[in-house]
Antibody
Framework: QVQLVESGGGVVQAGRSLRLSCAAS????????VHWVRQAPGKGLEWVAVIWYDENNKYYADSVKGRFTVSRDNFRNTLYLQMNSLRAEDTAVYYCVRGGGRTVTYYLDYWGQGTLVTVSS | DIVMTQTPLSSPVTLGQPASISCRSS???????????LSWLQQRPGQPPRLLIYKISNRFSGVPDRFSGSGAGTDFTLKISRVEAEDVGVYYCMQVTQFPHTFGQGTKLEIK
C-alpha cells in the first residue's frame, strides 16, 4: 500500500536551518509529483511546495519562496524539504503528500502522518 | 491567489441526519484542460487529512457513497446523506487548478 513517512522535524532556533525527509513506498515514486503541506498548531492547511516527477519544475508558496527548497531522489524514493532562515510562523506539522499526476496536480491523494517543526525565538 | 471560502465554519448535526458544506472560490476553478480541480478532504481528530472527493464529484477509493460533491465554476458543495459518528472532524475544500494551491478555512463537523 502507498506509504509516506516524514522525518527530520524537531525544535530549532529562529534563523537556523532544518531538512525534512519523506520516504515513499508502495508505488512508483518516480511517476508522481509530490507536495509539502503544513498545518500550524490548531490551524488550517497551507500548501507549501511541489516538485514534479523529474525535478524539472518546482513551485512554492510565497510565504516560503527563497527560504525553502524542495528536492527529490528517485533512486532512494525520497522527498526532501530544505528549510533555511526559519521563522516562528514556520512552526507546523509538515505533511508529505502524493499528487495525482506527473506534472499536473489532479488531487492530493495520499498523505503521510506528518512531522512537527517548532521554531523557537 | 485564489481564495477559498467555506460556510459554515461549524456544523452541529444529529446522527443519521444530512449535512452540507459550501465552498466558494474567488475565481473560476476551470483549468485550461477543461477540468475543474476542486477536492474535498476530511481530517479526523489527531489524523492527517484524507482525500474524499476530487474533480468536484468523484469519490476517492474507499470513500462511502454517503459522501457526494457537486457544483461548478466557483460554487461547490459537499453533502453527507446520513451523518455517522466516524464523520466527526474538519472538512476542507481545496483547489489545485492554479498555483499556489489553496484550501478553505475548514468546517468543523460535530454531533449534537
Amino acid at each position: 500500500q502507498v506509504q509516506l513517512v516524514e522525518s527530520g522535524g524537531g525544535v530549532v532556533q529562529a534563523g537556523r536551518s532544518l531538512r525534512l525527509s519523506c520516504a515513499a513506498s508502495g508505488f512508483t515514486f518516480s511517476n508522481y509529483g509530490v507536495h509539502w503541506v503544513r498545518q500550524a498548531p490548531g490551524k488550517g492547511l497551507e500548501w507549501v511546495a511541489v516538485i514534479w516527477y523529474d525535478e524539472n519544475n518546482k513551485y512554492y508558496a510565497d510565504s516560503v519562496k527563497g527560504r525553502f527548497t524542495v528536492s527529490r531522489d528517485n533512486f532512494r524514493n525520497t522527498l526532501y524539504l530544505q528549510m533555511n532562515s526559519l521563522r516562528a510562523e514556520d512552526t507546523a506539522v509538515y505533511y508529505c503528500v502524493r499528487g495525482g499526476g506527473r506534472t499536473v496536480t489532479y488531487y492530493l491523494d495520499y498523505w503521510g502522518q506528518g512531522t512537527l517543526v517548532t521554531v523557537s525565538s | 491567489d485564489i481564495v477559498m471560502t467555506q460556510t459554515p465554519l461549524s456544523s452541529p448535526v444529529t446522527l443519521g441526519q444530512p449535512a452540507s458544506i459550501s465552498c466558494r472560490s474567488s475565481q473560476s476553478l476551470v483549468h485550461s484542460d477543461g477540468n475543474t480541480y476542486l477536492s474535498w478532504l476530511q481530517q479526523r481528530p489527531g489524523q492527517p487529512p484524507r482525500l474524499l472527493i476530487y474533480k468536484i464529484s468523484n469519490r476517492f477509493s474507499g470513500v462511502p457513497d454517503r459522501f457526494s460533491g457537486s457544483g461548478a465554476g466557483t460554487d461547490f458543495t459537499l453533502k453527507i446523506s446520513r451523518v455517522e459518528a466516524e464523520d466527526v472532524g474538519v472538512y476542507y475544500c481545496m483547489q489545485v487548478t492554479q498555483f499556489p494551491h489553496t484550501f478553505g478555512q475548514g468546517t468543523k463537523l460535530e454531533i449534537k
